[in-house]
């Protein structure tokens, strides 16, 4: 049989994936899938108005009170970036240890790579899945040491990462059902630890081994949704695919399945219920969105592990002179950083970055910058607190100001150029391409002369992109700022310098 429509669900006949009932049942059974992914907050955003972990164990233990099949998975992307990442506790930054913690505290279940977890050194990343208390699947993302390359582990629990699990539920009158969930990640992480298989191949490939063990299977999955796609125009029988890495919701039918997404920063979370009928052979998807506001209460005992990391993050920011909670004067209606636009044009923010950098340095002509200094990935909207400008640019970092040949500029605008689509495509203040050509205040660069420009003070260790002839030992610089860590000056801290010009612009 192929798939037949009825009103609101999408009913998949399975033809295979299947368990015997046992007599006595009704044959049907009902799960309940909880899904955030693309998770960088554990406190609530916007004023506290949307998001956090609490809100998470909330919306589980609520769901778990109607039905006590329900699992809690994330789609990938919450150990980095984050603004926690560059902060310390007990000696050691804290690289996602703060969302791992909240996570155990708010039940998660399973959860799957995404491209962002490879953001964090292969130590960093090993400390992590020894605290998680929740499993974790990977079918084609694997540990790469030297020449060897196997299966991530929890050698905590001598556990390696499964490249699919069984899931056993039974319900009131004893019908019982066994679910699969696979999982997959977009290679787009290079990071030298890790050995990428193609996930689309992989996934069909490993659904066509497990298909006979269980009653339906789930894909996991942290994919561009053209990939998720994909995999429901070969798999028309899979039950649902619960995906991340787009940011801005997604809710998709391709080919009778449904693909889900949520809001990053679990402003949202897709709830599934899971419907099979084991008898006829048939599973049904019916998903609906759910925003994490208000109406949803945070959860007591989870609220206080998001606290205690609150209150770790506040007194860092507080030894380096910014205030979280402070609101930040913004004219406008939100900022724009999401890095589909970030990385291959300019936007609000990437001008009020460029802006406040001249502000910190009025002698300069121009300032240059990596885009991929910004992480949020998301929009911001007003009220924009402090704590938004810091986990706009978790990295912080210091501005140097420095003299340097007009043909040493023009190198370095051409090479950030070329790095479009990428953290290395870089933006300006008082800068702009005209068809093969630069402009530096409106006239055309002249590389026979010299310019005085602000920088972040990565951009000048030659570690970016295409970029590593731009370091301060390249004889086209002159001059050099030193770095200044005295947090009373703007060039201690961008962010100082991005708060102290909204101030300054609305007075």
């Not at 406190?43 to 506290?48: D, T």
């Not at 004893?174 to 290679?187: D, E, H, N, Q, Y």
């Not at 995906?243 to 809001?263: C, L, P, Q, S, Y």
């Not at 972040?456 to 860590?485: A, R």
Request: hydrophobic share 40%; glycine share 8%.
């Amino acid at each position: 049989m192929r798939l037949k429509i009825f009103p609101a669900i999408v009913v998949i006949a399975l033809l295979s994936c299947r368990t015997q009932a046992p007599s006595g049942d009704d044959g049907r059974i009902e799960l309940t899938l909880v899904q955030v992914n693309d998770v960088y907050e554990i406190a609530p955003l916007e004023a506290g108005n949307s998001g956090g972990m609490a809100r998470v164990a909330a919306l589980k233990k609520r769901e778990q009170q109607k039905n006590p099949n329900t699992l809690l998975v994330m789609a990938g992307d919450f150990l980095s970036p984050s603004v926690y990442g560059s902060l310390r506790y007990e000696g050691k930054r804290i690289r996602g240890r703060q969302m791992v913690d909240a996570m155990n505290a708010a039940g998660f279940d399973l959860v799957c790579f995404g491209n962002h977890e490879f953001d964090i050194t292969e130590a960093e990343l090993q400390e992590r899945i020894e605290e998680s208390g929740f499993t974790w699947i990977s079918a084609n993302a694997f540990h790469k040491t030297g020449d060897s390359i196997h299966p991530f582990e929890n050698k905590r629990t001598r556990t390696a990462f499964p490249r699919y699990v069984f899931r056993n539920f039974t319900d009131a009158d004893g019908t019982r059902a066994r679910i699969g969930l696979i999982s997959v990640v977009l290679p787009s992480n290079p990071a030298e630890y890790v050995q990428y298989a193609d996930p689309v191949k992989t996934f069909i490939e490993t659904y066509t081994q497990v298909k006979d063990s269980c009653d339906a299977i789930v894909a996991l999955t942290h994919l561009a949704v053209a990939d998720d796609r994909r995999l429901a125009e070969a798999i028309p029988e899979l039950a649902i695919i619960l995906g991340g890495h787009e940011h801005d919701m997604r809710f998709v039918k391709e080919n009778g399945v449904f693909i889900t997404k949520a809001h990053a920063n679990a402003k949202s979370a897709f709830v599934v219920q899971l419907t099979l009928d084991t008898r006829k052979h048939r599973v049904s998807a019916s998903p609906s969105l759910v925003y994490l506001d208000r109406s949803i209460p945070e959860d007591s005992l989870s609220n206080l592990t998001v606290q205690k990391w609150v209150k770790v993050a506040a007194d860092n920011y507080a030894s380096a002179g910014f205030s979280p909670d402070a609101i930040v004067p913004f004219p406008g209606d939100s900022l724009e950083g999401r890095e589909l636009y970030t990385r291959h044009g300019a936007t609000n923010l990437t001008d009020l970055v460029a802006r406040a950098m001249l502000f910190a340095a009025p002698a300069a002509e121009a300032s240059v910058f990596n885009t991929g200094s910004i992480r949020v990935d998301d929009i911001l909207y007003k009220p924009i607190s402090q704590y938004d400008i810091l986990r706009t640019l978790p990295f912080g970092g210091g501005l140097r100001e420095l003299e340097l040949k007009g043909s040493l500029l023009k190198n370095v605008l051409d090479a950030g150029y070329a790095n479009r689509g990428s953290g290395g495509w870089l933006q300006y203040g008082n800068i702009r391409r005209s068809g093969e050509s630069w402009l530096v205040k409106e006239q055309p660069l002249d590389t026979g002369r010299s310019y005085r420009i602000v920088v972040p003070d990565f951009l000048v260790t030659g570690k970016e992109t295409n970029l590593g002839f731009f370091n301060e030992s390249n004889p086209g610089i002159t001059t050099i700022s030193p770095v200044q860590t005295d947090t009373s000056s703007l060039m201690s801290d961008i962010r100082l310098a991005i708060i102290r010009y909204l101030e300054v612009k609305r007075s």
